[in-house]
């Protein structure tokens, strides 16, 4: 509190000190949401009021010390929790999508209280477990806590985003002192951006031959700290966990010291979800049988099934032409091989939705719409995402859902249609399509094509749609959020610039719904999770039939079901063999005397549809009082079952 107050202080005398465009709105976006202390506070407090039913766990530590906190909630009847089968729920990968990580929350908070009260709830939490990770990113959290704010969707490992061996060395001011970081517009006769005549809140792409006069350079708000005539091209740390998993990551490293599972959150999950434990001679959570992520992504509302993007991102600037010859010379003296360039290897993951598999993700999407309301959302293409490793890698139904976005006024097209790829092309080449968004605001600091193509792939961190979409989102501000949202442009002298307009959409505020909704949001996606965790596959035994064939001769027959509404692994699954087949084995109690009439005593089955059975039909000569005992063992349809029968 003190520092609140104290942080309020400043920011007021601040304020008062350089005349601010109105302050006073931009102070309540956060609010109603838990910084990491009061998250960390609610979540202990659940697990300690719940204790039967819940575990907490840390997963793993950030750079700055703060806890990754798992929750795992599980009734007290049925299995084991770890033998019952999961699912992941996971939030805030990105560090400023915070609405994820209050609606995970929300759902635990839910769950813990309805136990025991609610039918439904009882049932599914003695049937199945919750693994619940609400915070993924708490240090990329704490931005939306700052008095300054500024969308950071990665978390905060210092790192050179601009590849000059420096640092976190630029990062943005809020330069005229409203609390904010948004853009600043400047006229420039190099400039590629004109002022929207629709709209003149809105700066689009010129198109046709525009006089110098009205061309305009934007850039994110502040000073170019360290002179190399970029403004704020590398501020404070981070990678985006949410690109930093192991499927469609790319083949090279995306910049110093980032690799697939460079960053810790991003193993921590990793580590959940696989690691093996050998004081339990087991991987003690490869029970998760189906996750349900909140991210910037949707493949709930938005469409169906997981298309993966293009994982580009930026290289380190390009030697200058100098040493073409050379490399002809090689090319040339390879006994006499023409110099003709060779394929880009293919890359061999899979990109798509298995097309056995789609039935799957489009029944759960249309069930989504009808539990949550929510009808259509915008989405990118994922690449590097826990969406995408959860299906094509660890081979699980994986759902991502953002929670909000521009609902009614989506686009016609399916969002899926959105090419990412364009977005990650240097701004000259994609024709004029966009608006001020402060997504793309970096795109634009055309001082050289390397930066561009940096700031390109940043500005897909933050929300970036087509140009319609901000003029939707201004038109949700004017008619909703009662004009609240977009800092109307005004004159600032810029000591580096020149004169400089500063305006542009407020940070946050098209990641983040006002605090308001989060309990309906919470609710709505409990019932889905809820769902969710009531399709898995269950793997039956039916009742093992013997037959007397002759004195020394018996038929031994079971069936095996799934009657479970998702199939026994996805396609996916069963083409990355990363989840146990379903097995079926017998075990005679005298193997001297007891013989099998071919066949074999254990059976793996790879899949099993859901409302199908497999029969197994075995003839075993033995003498008569003999007992044989049957194993069934799905690791991820409902765990082992065993019967014994007596041969007679
Ligand atoms: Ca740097
Ligand atoms: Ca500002
Ligand atoms: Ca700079
Ligand atoms: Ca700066």
């Keep these: 509190m003190k520092f609140l107050k104290r942080a309020g202080f400043i920011f007021m005398l601040v304020s008062f000190l350089v005349a601010p465009v109105k302050a006073a709105e931009t102070t309540k976006i956060s609010a109603g949401y838990h910084d990491y202390e009061s998250f960390t506070k609610s979540i202990k407090q659940i697990a300690a009021k719940n204790k039967r039913i819940t575990k907490l766990e840390s997963i793993g530590k950030t750079l700055k010390g703060r806890d990754i906190w798992m929750l795992q909630i599980s009734g007290v009847k049925g299995p084991k929790p770890e033998e019952k089968q999961a699912l992941l729920i996971c939030g805030n990968l990105e560090g400023d999508h915070l609405v994820g990580s209050e609606v995970a929350l929300g759902?635990?908070?839910?769950?813990?209280?309805?136990?025991?009260?609610?039918?439904?709830?009882?049932?599914?939490?003695?049937?199945?477990?919750?693994?619940?990770?609400?915070?993924?990113?708490?240090?990329?959290?704490?931005?939306?806590?700052?008095?300054?704010?500024?969308?950071?969707?990665?978390?905060?490992?210092?790192?050179?985003?601009?590849?000059?061996?420096?640092?976190?060395?630029?990062?943005?001011?809020?330069?005229?002192?409203?609390?904010?970081?948004?853009?600043?517009?400047?006229?420039?006769?190099?400039?590629?951006?004109?002022?929207?005549?629709?709209?003149?809140?809105?700066m689009k792409k010129k198109e046709a031959e525009i006089p110098d006069t009205e061309r305009y350079k934007i850039y994110p708000e502040g000073i170019d700290n360290d002179g190399d005539d970029l403004f704020n091209e590398d501020g404070p740390g981070g990678f985006n966990i949410n690109r930093n998993f192991l499927h469609n990551f790319g083949y090279k490293p995306k910049g110093l010291g980032v690799y697939a599972a460079s960053e810790r959150e991003t193993r921590a999950l990793i580590d959940f979800t696989s690691k093996y434990i050998p004081r339990l001679k087991t991987q003690p959570h490869r029970n998760i049988c189906g996750m349900l992520v909140f991210s910037k992504y949707d493949n709930l509302a938005a469409g169906s099934g997981i298309e993966c993007g293009t994982p580009t991102f930026p290289e380190p600037p390009r030697v200058e032409r100098a040493a073409a010859p050379t490399m002809m010379f090689f090319r040339m003296g390879r006994r006499g091989m023409p110099a003709t360039p060779q394929a880009r290897p293919r890359d061999p993951q899979p990109k798509s939705t298995d097309s056995k598999d789609k039935y799957l993700f489009d029944t759960v999407s249309k069930k989504y719409k009808e539990i949550t309301g929510i009808k259509s959302a915008l989405s990118e293409k994922p690449a590097g995402s826990l969406l995408e490793w959860g299906y094509f890698q660890l081979g699980v139904?994986?759902?991502?859902?953002?929670?909000?976005?521009?609902?009614?006024?989506?686009?016609?097209?399916?969002?899926?249609?959105?090419?990412?790829?364009?977005?990650?092309?240097?701004?000259?080449?994609?024709?004029?399509?966009?608006?001020?968004?402060?997504?793309?605001?970096?795109?634009?600091?055309?001082?050289?094509?390397?930066?561009?193509?940096?700031?390109?792939?940043?500005?897909?961190?933050?929300?970036?749609?087509?140009?319609?979409?901000?003029?939707?989102?201004?038109?949700?501000?004017?008619?909703?959020?009662?004009?609240?949202?977009?800092?109307?442009?005004?004159?600032?002298?810029?000591?580096?610039?020149?004169?400089v307009e500063i305006g542009g959409f407020q940070p946050y505020l098209r990641i983040n719904p006002p605090a308001d909704q989060i309990q309906a949001l919470s609710k709505s996606h409990a019932e889905f999770a809820l769902y969710l965790a009531s399709q898995f596959s269950e793997i039956e035994m039916g009742k093992p039939e013997v037959k007397k064939m002759s004195s020394n001769l018996f038929e031994l027959k079971i069936k095996v079901h799934n009657r479970g509404k998702f199939p026994y692994m996805t396609a996916m699954g069963q083409r990355t063999r990363n989840i146990s087949s379903i097995m079926v084995r017998l075990k005679f109690?005298?193997?001297?005397?007891?013989?099998?009439?071919?066949?074999?005593?254990?059976?793996?089955?790879?899949?099993?549809?859901?409302?199908?059975?497999?029969?197994?039909?075995?003839?075993?000569?033995?003498?008569?009082?003999?007992k044989i005992d049957i194993t069934l063992q799905a690791r991820n349809g409902g765990g082992t079952t065993k019967k014994q029968v007596v041969l007679k």
Excluded: C
């Excluded at 994609?430 to 608006?435: D, I, L, R």
């Design 397 to 499: 139904p994986t759902f991502s859902a953002n929670l909000w976005s521009l609902r009614e006024e989506a686009p016609k097209k399916p969002p899926a249609k959105m090419e990412r790829g364009a977005q990650t092309k240097p701004a000259q080449t994609k024709p004029a399509q966009t608006g001020a968004a402060q997504g793309r605001q970096t795109r634009t600091m055309d001082r050289s094509a390397m930066m561009q193509q940096f700031m390109s792939a940043r500005s897909r961190t933050t929300r970036t749609d087509s140009s319609s979409s901000d003029e939707k989102w201004l038109n949700w501000i004017d008619k909703k959020n009662k004009g609240i949202g977009f800092v109307k442009w005004t004159k600032f002298n810029h000591k580096q610039l020149g004169e």
């Design 589 to 626: 109690d005298d193997d001297k005397k007891m013989k099998l009439f071919g066949g074999s005593k254990r059976y793996d089955l790879s899949s099993l549809e859901p409302g199908a059975e497999r029969e197994y039909k075995w003839v075993i000569i033995s003498p008569p009082g003999k």
């Design 107 to 202: 759902i635990a908070e839910f769950l813990v209280s309805q136990y025991g009260k609610e039918k439904k709830v009882t049932q599914m939490l003695d049937k199945r477990t919750f693994y619940i990770v609400p915070r993924l990113n708490p240090d990329g959290a704490e931005f939306f806590f700052k008095k300054v704010l500024n969308e950071h969707s990665g978390n905060l490992k210092p790192r050179d985003e601009d590849y000059d061996w420096l640092l976190d060395e630029d990062g943005p001011e809020d330069l005229n002192g409203d609390g904010m970081i948004t853009l600043m517009r400047v006229k420039d006769k190099e400039g590629e951006w004109i002022i929207d005549k629709k709209d003149p809140r809105l």
